[in-house]
Nanobody
């Protein structure tokens, strides 16, 4: 059974940091590209960051470049998102995604709220 379980969301003040993690099971994790998406209230889901299966290639949305860092540990089947200098506009539900065409798996999401 494929599972992606996100951890680490919560309430943080503007300028603060959070680290999200996603634990994967039930599929060949090391073969899959992994991504973090987010969906804010009333908005469409958007790509935040992605990392290739081997970890050698990363990409980021312009809005988070220089503030967020994606990483993965293929030995532990986890992918993480370090989020620094958080802004109120980063408030959203953050989703973990695994992709290896045509297979596409999603977690249930974790809420990040940036507010004073």
């Amino acid at each position: 059974q494929v599972q992606l379980v996100e951890f680490g969301g919560g309430l943080v003040q503007p300028g603060g940091s959070l680290r999200l993690s996603c634990a994967a099971s039930g599929f060949g994790f090391s073969w899959y590209a992994m991504s973090w998406y987010r969906q804010a209230p009333g908005k469409e889901r958007e790509l935040v960051a992605g990392i290739s299966s081997g970890g050698g290639s990363r990409n980021y949305a312009d809005s988070v470049k220089g503030r967020f860092t994606i990483s993965r540990d293929n030995a532990k089947n986890t992918v993480s998102l370090q989020m620094n200098s958080l802004k109120p506009e980063d408030t959203a539900v953050y989703y973990c995604n695994a992709h290896d065409y045509p297979r596409d798996y999603w977690g249930k999401g974790t809420l990040v709220t940036v507010s004073s």
